[in-house]
């Protein structure tokens, strides 16, 4: 398949990269990163622009300080990484996980953090989608998971953000307006269009984990069919701090590939907080954030599961979490 | 001792792989930028009128050379002579999403894809029938018939009725009798080389057809009968093949289109699939509903077998008679059944056409049966192990519809699983969510009624030495993959004793090797095989002459070992050159010429009859003499038996298989490197079907809905469990040295073998395939 | 029905060079050319071959800097100042390359479709690890995808380059 026709341009650094977009904005652009989700919806025309913005010469955001991650290290870079393996070990099984190893040698984590939502009706090739009649997320106004629909509802498929919003991560972002940090808990938007509150012109520079990460037990689960290649089809990043005496300091649940965008579940594990953890509790937990938890019918397996399963790994990871 | 046959072989052709040097269809390049590109433009809807064609924009687009529609061809094709029911471009409709209208022929990709844009179609939509149940029903207006040539009711392609012995009795003497309604999801091939096809018309009126297929031959014909050419003006050449297992195995309209726009455009014209159009043309494992019922006596004697099966063929025929017919009959061995009721149906449906795939028409059915088989020895407190090996056929045996089984291992198979897996010491015996589990197998080695009724052999192999010494083995049947040009290799250096690096192999032209019909059913080690084996045959004795001219001894005192010829007598000896060169004066290049014709085949059908006794065989005869007789008759089966041990999540219904112990009487290997990799193979495409592969279509458009192996999901490497392979050699009297096929049969024991094991584990009984997560979920919930 | 045509917008050529299997060549080519088009067609290097297209099934596998990059995921202008290698650059001599002659008498390729990109993602592990395990070995071929061999020969073929290797080294 060939790629549809773009400009595209390589800046050394931010700064030029932001220059770069003002002088296009009025056509049209992306920035591009990684590219390996970016690329596969441009072959699939997919919402594509006139103007690529490679982020790959840009040297300034590749490395890992501390707890500072540049957006362009690469998800294999995080896997690999002593001090994330030993102080953020939710985040690195996050990253291991996503796609193939072949991908995550490529793909970033500001990739990862701003990847397309996906969606059964549009991840698909312009033929398929011809006859289909398109979808409200590319070149229709129908949404054909629920024809009503207003916004779109395509799955939030990251595995990286769930866990970064569960450590209340911020994320540095650079634009025509300057920097600014973002609650990653507040960065996301209910449509699966628009998806986050990025300014087009803003690039993630840095992911900033707080120092207190590393006091606290961090776990992802996902489940997928095969333990490569596939997207999530339900996730859960957990955060947790607990005391001598088993008691719950701190409690943070954010599940990936139910909804839109990463949910956290504050309702319900607030309630939890300075109680003794007990295996009684995890099920109460797990049954109570399963029950709120409502996928929506468009990625390949049956909904119903899919909320079975946030309920199956909640306890696990809970469990995993608690006895580690 | 053997020379080269039973010896670990690295394929022939390896070294162009491995270096990245050997050349598929994509890779070709032809001299001078000659080359165009073709694209096609699909239909959107599953059934629909062509009302109009409009592609007068498109052709005014610079760049664009031709543009073909079924204005250009209307001739029908089909890999089987009986049912030809496609074009090259759908004529007045289309009947399924994907269905070829036009195609075009420019300078690049873009242009082509541009061109396919300014087409215009009017179509006037027709209901879709996507449900095979619904093709059944009879029809109540015209354009409800799918295919309008078919003579059956409604929308059924094939019906096959056969029964034998008598069920009815056997069922009153049984005291057993467990039935289950299945369901398979369709799957496909999924191999790594899209399909891809470059034709070139010639200013001399000759074409030249490269293309990505396993069967040469009936691409050739069909070539011949879609564009009015005789088949001496027509070349096929077969490059490397990048995996077929059946999907390559239909001449196929992006052939003819190619060949067309060449012809329009006097230039040579490449059509490339994208992988969402592999998917689309499809031609894999049939979607299948199944009802089975088996009977057993509280001996643990199986009185009864009744199948009915409902097949769902899509829009076009293509191997589907032969598909109809497989998925009874084939159910006849390994165990000795007396009794058999088969109503099976193969119905049109607006969907990509299914064709052969691996182990084709026998998966579905031989998952039911053996299934079936494990609920029965349930029943009567038998051993599932036991209760096979007592109903197992001896060799030299007779199934219910007359196949003739000659060598047979099955018990040897079974008890080789048995004792590896540690059987007697985990079945019933492990944790909850640990279980393991038997199945079998039985297949065809090559189909002993060949696809055209005619007296020409199905193989014919030719062996040439010229003064250098080097041996040329020219053949058709296709390489892709499977080592067959290595199986070729061996059998000629078997005879010759020569050393392998003389032999050379050339298979992919049809204008240098005589005809053979091809890689499917399994039959080119046996068929080929033997053919190859007797042509050397023919140029040893040659060989021998010579050196029993230059040697002053009679041949019988002669012996070829290790590239010489030795005087048994006088230990003195020549080398195989110098005799070459003795046979070479005076007559030129030697030539030995060998085929291979099915023995004695059914007496009841008329063409083939005129077959009988022409060729000698030791073979005795085979077949009854019943309508259908031929369908699965074969000269030898090979069988099989695999266990597999796995560990079912019964929260998730995640399933890690742990362990597979797979035995297959492959009669001898040949190439134990090539039949291990085939069952190795077989066994990664057996779990994906058995587990996660699903060839989905949507119920209300009949839209495949995940043509990506993103979403069709195959088995990863770190999925695979570890295998021990065990090649059972029961020593075929007719097969080349021995041997039966090992590339089809394979696949069938690991499918009902997860499905048991599965039972064993969390006590559930799936019968719809892929045993998802969350069938598997909800059974377990369903029990407790 | 929603025609998704095919878009628009003139671009133009730009003379890039490349370094690929230590070679400096210039070409002509646009932004939209992909690496994999690059080195296919424009390079004739045919080893790297084209199977989904979307980065799922790893034939197209080449090595850039050391790392096993998709080059079907890859513009081929973002790598103009790195070192590409291909499956053609491995054979130095009249010999295979050890992983090349291991996949061959180990069975590790069948219709060898697949095998280039299995052969580099193999060059980069063993550069990375020396003596992976079996496990190692399956999870950093788990990017590339195989219809034939069902990979235990593959495994195999892997773990025997390795050992072939090392012995080499340690003469």
Request: hydrophobic share 35%; with cysteine; charged share 25%.
């Amino acid at each position: 398949m060939i790629l549809p026709p773009f400009e595209l341009h390589n800046p050394n650094s931010i700064k030029e990269a932001i220059e770069i977009s003002q002088k296009v904005k009025n056509e049209g652009f992306d920035y591009v990163s990684g590219g390996t989700d970016l690329l596969q919806n441009y072959k699939n025309r997919l919402n594509v622009k006139p103007h690529l913005i490679s982020l790959k010469n840009i040297k300034e955001t590749r490395s890992i300080q501390n707890f500072n991650i540049g957006a362009m290290v690469t998800l294999d870079e995080i896997s690999k990484n002593k001090t994330l393996q030993k102080d953020f070990t939710g985040l690195v099984e996050a990253c291991s996980q996503v796609g193939s190893i072949l991908v995550r040698k490529t793909a970033t984590i500001g990739g990862n953090v701003l990847i397309d939502n996906r969606c059964y009706f549009y991840n698909q090739t312009p033929f398929w989608r011809t006859s289909l009649g398109a979808c409200l997320k590319a070149e229709s106004d129908t949404c054909r998971v629920i024809p009503q629909k207003e916004y779109c509802v395509a799955t939030f498929s990251s595995d990286s953000a769930p866990m970064l919003v569960a450590v209340d991560a911020k994320y540095e972002l650079e634009g025509k307006n300057g920097k600014r940090i973002v609650e990653s808990s507040d960065f996301y938007t209910h449509d699966g269009i628009k998806r986050n509150f990025k300014d087009e012109s803003e690039i993630i520079t840095k992911i900033k984990i707080p120092k207190t990460t590393a006091n606290l037990k961090t776990g992802y689960e996902k489940i997928r069919v095969r333990d490569t290649f596939d997207y999530p089809l339900v996730s859960v990043a957990a955060a947790l701090k607990i005391d001598k005496d088993k008691k719950i300091e701190n409690i943070n649940i954010v599940l990936g590939a139910i909804g839109t965008y990463p949910i956290k579940n504050e309702d319900t594990t607030d309630l939890f907080k300075g109680e003794k953890i007990s295996n009684s509790m995890i099920k109460e937990i797990s049954e109570k954030i399963q029950k709120k938890a409502q996928p929506y019918n468009n990625l390949t397996m049956p909904v119903s599961y899919r909320k079975k399963m946030v309920g199956v790994l909640c306890k696990r990871l809970l469990t995993r979490l608690t006895d580690s | 001792m053997s020379h080269t046959v039973g010896k670990k072989t690295p394929l022939v052709d390896g070294a162009q792989k491995v270096t990245g040097r050997a050349v598929y269809i994509d890779d070709i390049v032809l001299p001078g930028k000659v080359m165009l590109i073709g694209k096609i433009l699909r239909s959107p809807f599953a059934h629909a009128k062509i009302k109009k064609i409009d592609y007068s924009k498109a052709k005014k687009l610079k760049g664009v050379y031709a543009i073909a529609t079924a204005e250009d061809s209307d001739n029908r094709f089909g890999v089987l002579p009986i049912t030809k029911d496609e074009t090259a471009f759908a004529i007045d409709k289309v009947t399924f999403i994907g269905d070829q209208i036009a195609a075009v022929a420019a300078t690049d990709e873009e242009t082509a894809i541009k061109a396919l844009d300014l087409i215009q179609v009017e179509y006037e939509e027709l209901p879709p029938i996507l449900k095979p149940e619904k093709s059944l029903a009879p029809i109540s207006h015209p354009d409800q018939k799918i295919q309008p040539w078919s003579k059956y009711e409604g929308n059924i392609f094939k019906t096959v009725n056969q029964s034998f012995g008598n069920v009815e009795k056997a069922l009153k003497k049984s005291s057993v009798v467990k039935n289950g309604k299945f369901s398979f999801n369709g799957v496909t091939h999924a191999f790594t080389e899209p399909m891809g096809v470059i034709a070139s018309y010639g200013s001399d009126k000759k074409l030249t057809v490269w293309s990505s297929t396993q069967v040469p031959h009936y691409l050739h014909r069909a070539l011949a009968e879609v564009m009015e050419m005789p088949m001496h003006r027509i070349k096929v050449i077969r490059p490397y093949v990048g995996g077929g297992f059946g999907g390559k195995s239909d001449p196929f309209p992006h052939e003819m289109a190619a060949a067309i726009l060449s012809k329009k455009t006097g230039k040579p014209v490449k059509i490339l699939f994208d992988r969402d159009e592999v998917f689309i043309s499809n031609h894999g494992r049939h979607p299948t509903k199944t009802e089975m019922q088996m009977s057993a006596t509280k001996d643990g004697e199986f009185t009864s077998l009744e199948i009915d099966a409902l097949i769902d063929g899509g829009a076009w025929g293509s191997f589907g008679v032969i598909t109809t017919y497989y998925n009874g009959v084939l159910s006849l061995g390994p165990y000795k059944i007396k009794n058999f009721n088969y109503n099976g149906n193969r119905v049109y449906t607006n969907k990509p056409a299914s064709g052969a795939m691996r182990g084709h028409g026998a998966v579905n059915s031989r998952f039911a049966v053996e299934t079936l088989i494990d609920e029965i020895a349930e029943d009567i407190d038998f051993d599932p192990c036991d209760l096979r090996i007592q109903n197992a056929y001896e060799p030299n045996s007779t199934t219910a519809n007359g196949f003739r089984i000659t060598s047979c291992g099955i018990k040897e198979c079974i008890e080789k699983v048995k004792i590896a897996s540690g059987w007697d010491k985990k079945f019933k015996q492990m944790p909850y969510g640990k279980g393991i589990g038997i199945g079998c197998g039985f297949y065809i080695s090559g189909s002993a009624l060949p696809i055209n009724w005619e007296r020409m052999p199905q193989s014919t192999v030719h062996v040439k030495i010229d003064f250098d010494g080097g041996v040329t083995v020219h053949s058709l049947a296709a390489e892709i993959g499977q080592g067959s040009d290595t199986v070729l290799a061996q059998c000629v250096g078997e005879v010759l004793k020569c050393d392998m690096s003389r032999i050379r192999i050339y298979s992919k032209n049809t204008d240098t090797a005589p005809i053979d019909l091809g890689s499917y059913s399994s039959r080119v080690t046996f068929m080929a095989g033997l053919a190859a084996k007797r042509a050397a045959e023919k140029i040893k004795k040659q060989i021998l002459n010579a050196a029993s001219k230059i040697m002053a001894s009679p041949i019988e005192n002669l012996e070829l070992k290790n590239d010489r010829i030795t005087e048994l007598k006088t230990k003195s000896s020549i080398s195989f050159n110098e005799a070459v060169r003795e046979a070479l004066h005076d007559s030129g290049a030697l030539h030995g010429k060998g085929h291979y014709q099915a023995p004695n085949l059914n007496p009841g059908l008329p063409r083939v009859d005129e077959l009988r006794g022409k060729e000698s065989e030791k073979g005795a005869p085979m077949g009854g003499s019943h309508k259908g007789a031929a369908a699965g008759l074969s000269p030898s089966y090979s069988m099989g038996a695999y266990v597999c041990q796995l560990e079912v999540d019964a929260e998730t219904g995640l399933v890690n298989v742990e362990k597979v112990w797979a035995a297959h009487d492959c009669g001898k290997a040949l190439n134990p490197l090539a039949v291990e990799g085939q069952i190795e193979g077989c066994i990664h495409m057996g779990l994906g079907q058995a587990l996660m592969e699903s060839f989905d279509y949507n119920r209300n458009t009949g839209r495949i809905e995940n043509p990506n192996f993103l979403d069709y999901r195959c088995i990863p490497p770190t999925m695979m469990p570890d295998v021990d392979v065990f090649m059972i050699e029961s020593g075929d009297p007719e097969g080349p040295f021995g041997a039966k096929e090992a590339g089809e049969g394979p696949i069938l024991p690991i499918l009902p073998a997860v499905a048991n094991a599965i039972y064993d584990a969390v006590g559930i009984r799936l019968r719809n395939l892929p045993m998802t997560p969350e069938k598997i979920i909800s059974a377990i919930a369903k029990k407790k | 029905m929603t025609l998704i045509p095919f878009p628009s917008k003139k671009i133009s050529k730009k003379i890039v060079e490349f370094n690929i299997n230590n070679e400096i060549v210039e070409l002509a080519i646009r932004p939209n050319d992909l690496l994999l088009d690059v080195i296919r067609y424009k390079l004739n290097l045919t080893g790297t071959k084209r199977g989904c297209d979307m980065g799922t099934c790893g034939c197209c596998t080449v090595i850039i800097d050391d790392k096993p990059v998709l080059s079907c995921l890859t513009l081929a202008m973002q790598v103009q100042d790195k070192k590409i290698k291909t499956i053609e650059s491995l054979q130095e001599n009249e010999n295979m390359h050890p992983i090349q002659e291991c996949f061959h008498t180990e069975g590790g390729s069948q219709c060898g479709f697949c095998t280039p990109g299995f052969i580099m993602t193999s060059f980069a592990l063993l550069k990375e690890n020396k003596n992976p395990t079996k496990e190692e070995i399956k999870e950093a071929i788990s990017g590339n995808m195989c219809r034939c061999t069902g990979y235990i020969k593959i495994v195999d073929s892997i773990k025997k380059a390795s050992e072939k290797i090392r012995g080499k080294k340690s003469e």
